[in-house]
């Protein structure tokens, strides 16, 4: 089974309007952390933000948030007032448990959602 | 600040060379990880180290050397490269204490 799920190969925005990315995750650890990282076409992978699966709030970074709901197992990316330069491949990841050596440390991604914000 | 860097960025080999793609950073962040991307597969853990000489595998390892002497250099070794290693590496780092893994700029490699 998939441990991380994106089920939107591909989505499309207007300019200046919010977009909701899904991610839903399978894990029976307590302690686990979630991420979004943006790919541009040129290919970099950039950090946009995270959160701890024992934050109460949902995190924020600017236009970014993270819709957390636990129980639902899912950590969607909203993006407020997109920009055309929003258009990119977003993963959703996820680093599971507490073990030793560097082995919690490891990420699974999501196969990507492909976003293309329409002028 | 130079923050994470990968060499080369391009390379074109053939099938049953030995390749080297460098991953160094500044940051003495202890935790390093070699990923590869493949479309429709995301991104896939190669190795993983927590600190200096501490190496280990990650899902797909097979095919693939890692070494850690010094803190700041991770390099990925292909033994005896096969067009199935084609593919987009990166190679990221993590501090200690943190969450966040950075990454690099990735090499993208052609096996012929």
């Given amino acids: 089974a998939q441990k991380i799920t994106q089920t939107q190969p591909g989505m499309f925005v207007q300019e200046k309007e ?5 991610c839903t995750y399978d894990t029976s650890d307590q302690s686990y952390g979630l991420f979004w990282y943006k790919q541009p076409s040129s290919g ?5 933000i995270y959160q701890g699966s024992y934050d109460e709030q949902n995190a924020t970074e600017g236009r970014y948030s993270l819709n957390f709901q636990k129980a639902r197992k899912s950590a969607n990316l909203v993006i407020s007032a997109s920009q ?3 258009s990119a491949m977003y993963f959703c990841a996820m680093r599971e448990g507490r073990g030793s050596g560097g082995s919690n440390y490891k990420l699974t991604f999501g196969k990507g959602t492909l976003l293309t914000v329409n002028p | 600040d130079a923050g994470i860097t990968q060499s080369p960025r391009y390379k074109i080999t053939e099938t049953g060379r030995q390749v080297t793609l460098m991953c160094h950073q500044t940051w003495s962040h202890s935790y ?7 479309l429709g597969h ?5 190795y993983y ?7 280990d595998k990650g899902e797909v390892p097979d095919g693939y050397v890692v070494s850690r002497s010094k803190t700041e250099n991770f390099p990925l070794t292909l033994e005896s490269a096969t067009r199935s290693q084609t593919s987009v590496y990166f ?16 090499t993208r490699l052609l096996v012929l």
């Fill in chain 1, 44 to 48: 970099e992978m950039i950090f946009l």
């Fill in chain 2, 49 to 55: 180290s927590a600190a200096a000489d501490i190496t």
């Fill in chain 2, 42 to 46: 995301g991104l896939r853990l190669i």
């Fill in chain 2, 32 to 38: 390093m990880f070699w990923y590869r991307q493949d």
């Fill in chain 1, 18 to 22: 919010a977009v909701t990315l899904d």
């Fill in chain 2, 91 to 106: 190679c990221a780092s993590r501090p200690s204490g943190g969450e966040t893994q950075y990454f690099g700029p990735g």
């Fill in chain 1, 84 to 86: 055309l330069g929003d």
